[in-house]
């Protein structure tokens, strides 16, 4: 690629259709009016958050104990908050009832910042939302298997080990994907979103549920003020287990980079901002109070030995077939969770395509494709192509490198600080011209200097995690 394409690549200005302030069909920005509403952007939001992520708090807990794995839940949950608030300020540029629509994450960054800082956000937001990609379909595969070994183990009366492969789950997940993939846009995956954010429920309702009759049965809560003890684990092994499960809580919060995304499917009056506050606090909300039970109480019930995925951790325990709703249930939100999560990187290579090459019939033009009992699909190649191959890649990288836990650490430490705070932060600044060394400037930037710190420990935690995965590990291999 020359140095000129190099320059465009995230440099996509967006064309629009003149305004068309007093029309019903039309938005201020010539497109059709938007639909979305508090309850639509929240469940948007709620099949972000509640994806894999709360099923790896209860280990998370377990390496921090009762005092401070709550504590820094309730931290990460309130910057998530905030910040998601200065962020929805920056949905448009200028005034915010009349100001320039930002459509995406990084559109907003080019308005605001400029500059150099736009490169980096792109880079680094398409790169944690690939991540992302993998971190699902890793889950999705512990998932199918857990429902297989679960159904295998009781058929032959706990007399096989039930050992399988996870690449044909993961094969079958991409083939999925692959087909899911197709639909344009995200106004029209609303229906997944609710089917997957009820599905998320479902899958944590149970995990609780089963923590609750767990506990219960013993008697006991198990766990303690300071986390896992010195004797399971060395001194040193439990400083990285600690940074790692920062990793885990900051992934399992992480939903900033699709922010700006949802809330252009938001109709106005009132403003986007305002609508999108009150579906941040109400799915943050409902998010916390998930993870606080879903955590708590796996800690209780496992204490120390609080599996890294909750549900696989109850092993092969009766009623086995609520295991595997609850499994089924989280198959089902991550397929939705990926398409979610992968529709801002598909609509920036294909505007880019668009942009870059305007006469190619085989990136602009749609076949229409005749659906029985349904309103035509609308099939372009190069979004076929492109969409394919995506998900063809995160599918064989997920196959190499199937370390659930650590991939879910390391994604949300590398993410967390620039995507979730530092460019709302500081576009917030921009936007409201707060002046330098003021007190509130001073007081955003102490708020992105410790989150900065978290997610470098984080990191090493998680690093050191996959390392010692990959001393005994072999490509296409692992089994369970």
Same mark, same amino acid.
């Given at each position: 690629m020359s140095e000129n394409n190099n320059q465009q690549v995230f440099d996509i200005s967006i064309d629009v259709v003149p305004k068309n302030n007093?029309? %019903?069909? =039309?938005?201020?920005?010539? @497109?059709? %009016? @938007?639909?979305?509403?508090?309850?639509?952007?929240?469940?948007?939001?709620?099949?972000?958050?509640?994806?894999?992520?709360?099923?790896?708090?209860a280990w998370a807990i377990a390496q921090l104990g009762w005092i401070a794995g709550p504590s820094v839940m309730f931290l990460f949950s309130f910057v998530s908050y905030y910040t998601s608030c200065l962020l929805s300020d920056c949905y448009r540029s200028g005034d915010p009832l009349t100001g320039k629509r930002n459509y995406t994450y990084i559109d907003a960054v080019r308005s605001i910042l400029g500059g150099a800082r736009v490169k980096a956000c792109g880079l680094i937001q398409y790169l944690n939302i690939f991540g992302i990609a993998i971190g699902y379909t890793i889950a999705a595969s512990v998932s199918m298997m857990a429902i297989k070994r679960s159904n295998c183990f009781h058929e032959s009366g706990g007399k096989k080990p039930c050992h399988m492969s996870s690449n044909p789950y993961m094969i079958l997940f991409g083939v999925t994907e692959v087909l899911l993939s197709q639909i344009p846009d995200f106004d029209q995956i609303w229906w997944l979103s609710i089917v997957a954010a009820v599905m998320s429920f479902t899958y944590s309702s149970i995990g609780l549920?089963?923590?609750?009759?767990?506990?219960?049965?013993?008697?006991? +809560?198990?766990?303690?003020?300071?986390?896992?003890? $010195?004797?399971?684990?060395?001194?040193?092994? %439990?400083?990285? @287990?600690? +940074?790692?499960?920062?990793?885990d809580i900051a992934f399992a919060y992480s939903y900033s980079v699709i922010l700006i995304e949802i809330q252009d499917t938001i109709k106005s009056p009132p403003s986007e901002a305002k609508t999108m506050k009150k579906a941040t606090v109400l799915s943050i909300a409902v998010t916390t109070t998930f993870y606080m039970l879903c955590g708590c109480m796996g800690y209780a019930?496992?204490?120390?030995?609080?599996?890294?995925?909750?549900?696989?951790? +109850?092993?092969?325990?009766?009623? =086995?077939?609520?295991?595997?709703?609850?499994?089924?249930? $989280?198959?089902?939100?991550?397929?939705?969770?990926?398409?979610? =999560?992968?529709?801002?990187? +598909?609509?920036?290579?294909? %505007?880019?395509?668009a942009q870059r090459w305007p006469e190619s019939k085989l990136i602009t033009k749609e076949f229409q494709v005749p659906v029985p009992g349904l309103p035509s699909f609308k099939l372009n190649l190069f979004r076929l192509v492109w969409r394919t191959k995506f998900v063809m890649l995160t599918t064989i990288i997920s196959m190499l490198l199937p370390f659930f836990n650590d991939v879910v650490g390391l994604l949300g430490a590398l993410g967390f600080w620039p995507l979730t705070v530092y460019f709302p932060v500081e576009m917030y600044i921009a936007q409201k011209q707060i002046p330098k060394w003021s007190t509130r400037w001073i007081c955003l930037q102490m708020l992105s200097i410790a989150c900065l710190v978290i997610s470098l420990v984080a990191a090493a935690g998680s690093i050191a995690g996959v390392m010692l995965d990959l001393k005994v590990y072999r490509p296409f291999k692992t089994s369970y």
């Open positions: 007093g029309s %019903k069909c =039309f938005d201020d920005d010539g @497109r059709l %009016k @938007r639909t979305g509403s508090v309850w639509t952007a929240s469940a948007h939001i709620i099949t972000a958050v509640i994806g894999s992520g709360v099923l790896s708090l549920a089963l923590g609750i009759v767990k506990v219960a049965t013993t008697g006991t +809560f198990r766990g303690s003020l300071t986390g896992i003890s $010195i004797g399971t684990v060395t001194e040193t092994q %439990k400083m990285w @287990r600690s +940074f790692q499960a920062l990793g019930a496992f204490g120390d030995f609080a599996p890294g995925n909750l549900l696989t951790g +109850f092993g092969f325990y009766n009623p =086995f077939w609520l295991l595997d709703i609850a499994n089924a249930a $989280i198959v089902v939100h991550l397929v939705g969770a990926y398409q979610v =999560f992968c529709q801002p990187i +598909f609509a920036f290579v294909e %505007k880019w395509a």
